[in-house]
């Protein structure tokens, strides 16, 4: 059974860049389909990115297209966000989630979850 660990949340200024981890133990990634998501206090969560483990496909938010790239080392089983021209946001706990196989962009349908590590966007 696979567990998450997200990492690199914290405060960061508009315009600028952060990059958050998501490591893995209990499995390799390369059997599972991996999503971003981010949920604001009171809001419900939402897609972020995700990528397929098979071909590497991946999936934007219109939101954060362009702005945002999701990536995964094999080696280090772990999958990264990369977050560039952060726009001004409240704090947002971003979760890494992983489902066997096959992507989807529904959080309902994924297994596995990390705790979250969070983000504001804010001079």
């Known amino acids: 059974q696979v567990q998450l660990v997200e990492s690199g949340g914290g405060l960061v200024q508009p315009g600028n860049s952060l990059t958050l981890s998501c490591a893995a133990s209990?499995?390799?990634?390369?059997?599972?389909?991996i999503g971003w998501f981010r949920q604001a206090p009171g809001k419900e969560r939402e897609e972020v990115s995700c990528?397929?483990?098979?071909?590497?496909?991946?999936y934007y938010a219109d939101s954060v297209k362009g702005r945002f790239t999701i990536s995964g080392d094999n080696a280090k089983n772990t999958v990264y966000l990369q977050m560039n021209d952060l726009k001004p946001e409240g704090p947002a706990d971003y979760y890494c989630?992983?489902?066997?196989?096959?992507?989807?962009?529904?959080?309902?349908?994924?297994?596995?979850w990390g705790q979250g590590t969070q983000v504001t966007v804010s001079s």
């Open positions: 209990g499995g390799t990634l390369d059997y599972y389909s």
């Open positions: 990528i397929s483990h098979s071909d590497n496909s991946t």
């Open positions: 989630a992983a489902r066997l196989y096959v992507i989807t962009r529904r959080p309902n349908e994924y297994g596995y």
